[in-house]
């Protein structure tokens, strides 16, 4: 089933018991997050805030967050069972994105319920929160769609950045990286001496940030896979002062352009990300110039606490990722059989699971994923097919008995690219802040295979090189269908 709006997605949630209601006065600054953290860590429902401090009598005066922080709420977006395990989550949302649906235009839709204009623009109007003690101010945009379009091709790119409300309530500071897919299109319109237009989606398809968050290849429209995983096109309706188009049913939009002018830059950050630290430090950055709003009545802002170990985008990229990675060694490796980015990482550790036919597979594994991104992935590890690459017990024993020689087994790619938010940069490694941002990794690739150098050993039988496993077998069918007469 696919849910055309926030509301439908809410009704959902309660209707599994899901979704709790918080209706006690509760305050914007810093105790809504510490809320869902604490509801994160225990597994626990979506939260919709309605009684928030200073929001009694605003336009906007609901938060919802926890919207995908869980497996089982990503499984019921998807339309699949609760209990889909995650192995199967990633397979399952990489088929539906293989079928790509276009959006259709319509005239109007509920976002275009209330229209503010730029003279009466307040952006503090809606419950926008500050999340983390450190944080350079009250951040908008933590899990939304961003929507651009690249002036050459026309590509419509749906991305998840930062935003930050400045103090005069009408614009939006953001980090800007410019090997990000927005920051491509900005290099564009900064060459053509032009503003760069943007929107801000909020509510609509509860998968819209899912497919903004996940990085899909340039020149991919995320309105074409969000139709693909809903099974059904996606309504989007023109924007008042852009050029651009917006899904109909979402509950906030905000319109503006970004000047990539440096004289022009303000300050923002740093803000509390996903990789458990502040990243992106205080510092001048590009700005949204908002010139328009339009919500629906009785908006609902959503947003996601963003840290260590999980938030909704952790999960996330961990099934696009994988997806990503799987779908490009198919095409490039031999042998592969199944690929995860463990959550935790939030992107820095890939694991490949290989059937290993020649040397050197494992390089070749690791190189074929540096390819593919330039500031994902700063860890490969490749284990043999008995490995289950879903169980950290067994990738840690994998290493402790099959790597045992760093000249071979460990290979240093040095002087790449890589996140800019990543706290182990030593930050003179980094370059400034307006120039775009950028890390600078040395990567790593640990070849935890079997090593075929080894002499064989006719006690473990005709060629085996390496002694047989005596654990991580499944259990025999005798001792299954005796089970329950042991007593258990």
Known sequence: MAYKDLREWMDKLREEGDLKEITCEVDWDLEIADIEQKV???DGPALLFTNIKDYHKTVGEKFFIGSLASWRKIAW???LPPDTPPPQLMREQRKLAHQPIKPVQVKT???KENIIHEKDVDLFQFPVLKYH???GGRYLSTFNGVVTKDPESNWVNVGLYRGMVHEDKKSIGVLLVMDSHWGRMATKYDRLNKPMEVAY???GNPLIPYVACSGYEPGVCEYDILGGLSREPVELVKCETVDLYVPAHAEIVIEGTISMDPKTFKTEGPFGEYTGYYGGLRSPKPWVKVNCITHRNDPVLQGSVEGHPYDDGALIETLTHSSF???HLDRTVQGVLDVWVPPVTHGNDIVVKIRKTYQG???QVAAAIWSLTTWFFKNVLVVDEDIDIHDPDQLLWAISSRVWDPDEDISVFKGCQGSVLDPSIPPHLKRPAQMGGAGRWHRLCIDATKDWRLEPQPEWGEG????????YLPTPKKILDRWKEYGF
């Open 464 to 471: 085996a090189k390496f002694p047989p496993a005596n654990r």
């Open 361 to 363: 597979q494992a390089k």
């Open 77 to 79: 977006s998807l339309g």
């Open 201 to 203: 989606v909020f509510g």
């Open 109 to 111: 839709g509920p976002v």
């Open 133 to 135: 003690e450190f944080d």
């Open 325 to 327: 990675v799987l779908d």
């Open 40 to 42: 994160l860590d225990d």
